[in-house]
């Protein structure tokens, strides 16, 4: 997957609001901090006290917003505001939440190609995360430009959803529901896949 740096204005609420949940199942392991013994101000040799400021501590990802965690609490931010039916708070928070996603799977990405040929295990396990990321931040997109059809906003959707065709490509399930609602909107003149009918409706937000 690559990084990247419509009219219904009743039918959003039950379905966005469970999709939103979906798919967040890379949890970030923190970093462990190193017990270090310094010597206090008055000179004599104790060990500095763990409730000292200067101690350096792992990064929590429970309150990081630049973590898998920190977008998953966008995501049920957004669906919260979905079930208020306060499409641009909705919006905002999707928003926040896309970029997220795409910022961890950017850098998860670089560090994946750093490690490339001096540690493939780490390498490797980067290179999962950036997955991880990239397909949450793709879902993200999805809702988003779900959003901006229900508030009859083709100009903001449209963008959107074909630059997560370009990232799932046509042939995975994401990608598909992507061109879907470019066929219902009128966009794209053939459907696909050509043969059988989706079960997608103008009326749901999937």
Same mark, same amino acid.
């Given at each position: 997957?690559?990084?990247?740096?419509?009219?219904?204005?009743?039918?959003?609420?039950?379905?966005?609001?469970?999709?939103?949940?979906?798919?967040?199942?890379?949890?970030?392991?923190?970093?462990?901090?190193?017990?270090?013994?310094?010597?206090?101000r008055g000179g004599q040799g104790?060990?500095?006290?763990?409730?000292?400021?200067?101690?350096?501590?792992?990064?929590?990802?429970?309150?990081?917003?630049?973590?898998?965690? +920190?977008?998953? %609490?966008?995501?049920? =931010? !957004?669906?919260?505001?979905?079930?208020?039916?306060? $499409?641009? /708070? #909705?919006?905002?928070?999707?928003?926040?939440a896309r970029q997220v996603f795409?910022?961890?799977?950017?850098?998860?990405?670089?560090?994946?190609?750093?490690?490339?040929?001096?540690?493939?295990?780490?390498?490797? +396990?980067?290179? %999962?995360?950036?997955? =991880? !990321?990239?397909?949450?931040?793709?879902?993200?997109? $999805?809702? /988003? #430009?779900?959003?901006?059809?229900?508030?009859?906003?083709?100009?903001?959707?449209?963008?959107?959803?074909?630059?997560?065709?370009?990232?799932?490509?046509?042939?995975?399930?994401?990608?598909?529901?992507?061109?879907?609602?470019?066929?219902?909107?009128?966009?794209?003149?053939?459907?696909?896949?050509?043969?059988?009918?989706?079960?997608?409706?103008?009326?749901?937000?999937?």
């Amino acid at each position: 997957m690559k990084p990247f740096s419509f009219s219904h204005p009743v039918y959003i609420a039950s379905v966005i609001a469970a999709s939103l949940l979906v798919g967040a199942s890379a949890i970030l392991q923190p970093v462990r901090a190193q017990a270090q013994s310094v010597s206090p101000r008055g000179g004599q040799g104790q060990p500095i006290s763990p409730d000292d400021p200067s101690i350096v501590r792992p990064m929590s990802q429970d309150a990081s917003l630049l973590s898998m965690q +920190g977008g998953q %609490r966008l995501l049920e =931010e !957004a669906s919260r505001a979905v079930s208020a039916q306060n $499409y641009a /708070l #909705a919006a905002k928070k999707l928003q926040e939440a896309r970029q997220v996603f795409n910022q961890l799977s950017n850098f998860y990405q670089e560090l994946a190609g750093s490690f490339s040929g001096i540690d493939n295990r780490i390498a490797d +396990g980067h290179r %999962r995360k950036a997955l =991880e !990321a990239a397909q949450m931040r793709d879902e993200s997109t $999805y809702q /988003l #430009a779900l959003v901006h059809r229900a508030q009859n906003q083709p100009e903001l959707a449209v963008p959107l959803l074909v630059q997560i065709i370009r990232s799932q490509q046509p042939t995975r399930e994401l990608g598909q529901k992507a061109y879907q609602q470019l066929f219902e909107m009128g966009f794209v003149d053939s459907p696909f896949p050509r043969t059988g009918q989706s079960n997608s409706s103008p009326a749901a937000l999937r």
